[in-house]
């Protein structure tokens, strides 16, 4: 029998799925508390993740950007509505994980997570030999072009400004996108970009914090950091200037500008 992790606040819509799932999965209830969650998931290692957003807030984001960074391996089913899964669908789009619409229907809800469990191995399969025939190959002319594309991290809050920049850049570059200054480091442990798109009016960890912070960790204190700012006028810029950016943009974000100051940066 597949096991289930639920995370999630304990309210009634959790109560609901857990007496969905019982008959044919085996159920392990978690909690929204990112300690318990770690402490249960590293005792025993689940086949699927249900995320029940419902009550969920902004203090929830760092359950998501943990279990892609700690548990890339296990998939991850978000259970919420429209307006429950907004505030953390960049989190689901970036992290390649699922999401679904509440249902009280047991057979859609244990047939979605069956769906996943599936889609979860044939993917882990077709990695697999992906990589051996790309091991008896030389690379194409697509995988040389691919792997000469320069890589550049976008950093805002703002998940409508990550996705507009994303759509300009995406056929020239490869894009990373982070909505905090904590989860751009996370991503800068994991892979260094060739420029960050930094948004300087970011709430709790603003931009001249995440640039200090970026400065300070090794691997990446010499990349060229942009800044992202929708306030424009004198005092504002000289007060981003004094920071030593490669440059600074304003928003909205003008594709030509755009583009000729990352050709700026980058050469």
Partial sequence: MKKVFIVSKFNNVVRQVYDMLLSDFDVR??????????GILDIEKPDLILVILNGFDSWHHNIFM??????????VLCYGNVAEREPFEMHISTYG??????????AVLNTT???????????????ETSAQISAAMPPSEDNKTEGTKKTILLV??????????RSLLQEKYKVLM???GTEALILLGKQIPDLIILDYNMPVCDGRQTLKMI?????????????????????HVEMI???????????????????????????
């Fill in 66 to 75: 943990k279990l892609n960074e700690v548990y890339p391996d296990i998939p």
């Fill in 215 to 235: 400065r300070e960790f090794e691997p990446a204190r010499n990349i060229p950091v942009v800044f992202l700012t929708g306030i424009g006028d004198k005092a």
């Fill in 241 to 267: 200037l004094k920071l030593n950016p490669a440059g600074y943009l304003l928003k909205p974000v003008n594709k030509k500008t755009l583009f000729n100051i990352i050709e700026e940066v980058l050469g």
């Fill in 29 to 38: 209830l978690g909690s929204d508390k990112l300690y318990v969650i770690q």
């Fill in 156 to 165: 805002d809050d703002e998940p409508v400004m990550l996705r507009a920049v």
């Fill in 178 to 180: 982070s909505t905090s």
């Fill in 113 to 127: 997570i069956l769906e996943v469990l599936s889609a979860s191995n044939s993917s882990e399969k077709a990695d």
């Fill in 97 to 106: 994980f699922h999401s679904m619409e509440p249902t009280s229907d047991s």
